[in-house]
């Protein structure tokens, strides 16, 4: 697979590659397995990010990804090939609730959320709460108290 490695389109010069920060480096993995044509071993995704970054963190990184839900991995002899655990939308969807799940105050955290919204935005949301409780939808994390904050910002 030709083209621009993700390090150097999403980066800029080796000197300023060499500082990314976790989080980017994390969304170039993501980024560079999205494009992948099926399951990646963690050298694919080293070539493609450029040769400034060691193999050891792109491991690190895949690790950590898959520690937080955000990729699956599979034997493939000695080694792993890894796979985003879901599209684009649901990696972002995962952020937010890991987000939402670190905040001590739930209640006030989805008020100013919500508040924030745009009037399209806030449609949407609408729509959505109205399709999940006409499927009579279950909660997508049993215990983790969201159908109560669900209830709450549906008015119930």
Do not use: N
Not at 78 to 83: D, L, Q, S
Request: charged share 25%.
């Amino acid at each position: 697979m030709g083209g621009t490695p993700f390090g150097k389109a999403l980066g800029g010069s080796g000197r300023e590659r060499a500082r990314r920060g976790q989080g980017q480096l994390e969304a170039q993995v993501l980024a560079a397995l999205h494009h992948a044509p099926g399951p990646a071993t963690a050298a694919w995704v080293q070539e493609r990010l450029g040769d400034d970054l060691a193999y050891t963190t792109v491991m690190t990184i895949l690790s950590r990804l898959h520690a937080k839900g955000a990729v699956t991995r599979e034997r493939a002899g000695r080694a792993y090939v890894w796979t985003p655990a879901a599209d684009e939308a649901g990696l972002a969807a995962l952020r937010m609730r890991r987000v939402l799940d670190s905040e001590p105050d739930r209640d006030a955290v989805l008020t100013s959320f919500v508040s924030a919204l745009s009037a399209h935005d806030e449609d949407v949301l609408r729509s959505l709460l109205a399709r999940a409780e006409d499927d009579g939808a279950p909660d997508p994390a049993p215990g983790t108290g969201r159908a109560d904050a669900s209830d709450e910002a549906r008015g119930g």
